[in-house]
């Protein structure tokens, strides 16, 4: 069986939902499409930009074969906002378009890591 995956930034043209937090991708916002087919089943996924952030950061601490779960990354995410946020134990917003959470460690990580390779292309 054929196995293929695809992955492109893009500008949204439409509304997509974004396959991590689920809050929609606003049209002429740019989000990550990830196209796939893994043993005979087909993944279509988009991401916005702070969500790809999230999710290589959780790759960082629990490694690149991990496949994640919703729950999973929310956990983790929940846990690294502990040390950010001083209402974490009483907030009942979406914890991944939080804007305390663009100041995690581990994403900030992520970010210096962006920053470098831009520069060096």
């Known amino acids: 069986m054929t196995n293929f995956e695809r992955q492109d930034w893009r500008c949204a043209r439409k509304s997509h939902k974004c396959s991590l ?7 002429g916002e740019l989000y990550l499409r990830c196209v796939a087919m893994i043993d005979g089943e087909f993944y279509d996924n988009c991401y916005h ?15 690149h074969d991990k496949e994640y779960t919703f729950d999973g990354v929310e956990d983790w995410l929940r846990d690294q906002c502990q040390d950010v946020c001083k209402k974490w134990q009483d907030c009942h917003c979406n914890v991944f378009r939080c804007d305390a959470i663009r100041s995690i460690p581990a994403i900030m990580e992520v970010k210096r890591r962006a920053r470098e390779m831009e520069e060096y292309e």
């Open 21 to 27: 937090c689920g809050e929609t991708i606003q049209s």
């Open 49 to 63: 930009e702070g969500c790809t952030d999230i999710l290589e950061a959780f790759d960082d601490e629990y490694g």
